[in-house]
């Protein structure tokens, strides 16, 4: 198609709800031709281990952002089988004037020093 032969990437920003379907788009083969980009911002946990793995697998580098404090990246809870995209950037907030501070975690999509840490109990309903 004309699109395929025009476009060099193609760039997904996904804030909630529609960072699920950001992220099952970048995920399937409807962009198989192009290099996909995924930027989502407070998404929840998508899918399952072999869905998490087929994202990977088609994106270079998927980026989440997570502000501190943010419930809706805690659902669906993990003890159901759903597992973050890898990169995850965790906004944790500050008091006062300061500015926030952006932490790099891990890669793994469930860093327990980042967003995850304040997943407890299992599912935060005190958020």
């Given at each position: 198609?004309?699109?395929?032969?025009?476009?060099?990437?193609?760039?997904?920003?996904?804030?909630?709800?529609?960072?699920?379907?950001?992220?099952?788009?970048?995920?399937?083969?409807?962009?198989?031709?192009?290099?996909?980009?995924?930027?989502?911002?407070?998404?929840?946990?998508?899918?399952?281990?072999?869905?998490?793995?087929?994202?990977?697998?088609?994106?270079?580098?998927?980026?989440?952002?997570?502000?501190?404090?943010?419930?809706?990246?805690?659902?669906?809870?993990?003890?159901?089988?759903?597992?973050?995209?890898?990169?995850?950037?965790?906004?944790?907030?500050s008091e006062g004037a300061q500015?926030?501070?952006?932490?790099?975690?891990?890669?793994?999509?469930?860093?327990?020093?980042?967003?995850?840490?304040?997943?407890?109990?299992?599912?935060?309903?005190?958020?």
């Amino acid at each position: 198609s004309p699109f395929n032969s025009l476009c060099f990437f193609f760039l997904m920003i996904g804030l909630p709800p529609r960072s699920t379907l950001s992220s099952s788009s970048a995920a399937s083969d409807v962009y198989k031709r192009q290099d996909v980009r995924l930027y989502t911002f407070g998404s929840p946990r998508v899918g399952n281990s072999e869905f998490v793995s087929r994202l990977s697998s088609r994106l270079s580098s998927p980026v989440r952002m997570r502000r501190q404090l943010d419930i809706v990246p805690a659902i669906p809870p993990r003890m159901l089988g759903y597992r973050h995209a890898a990169s995850e950037v965790w906004d944790k907030h500050s008091e006062g004037a300061q500015a926030d501070q952006y932490v790099l975690c891990n890669g793994s999509g469930e860093d327990p020093s980042c967003g995850d840490s304040e997943e407890h109990p299992i599912f935060p309903l005190y958020l």
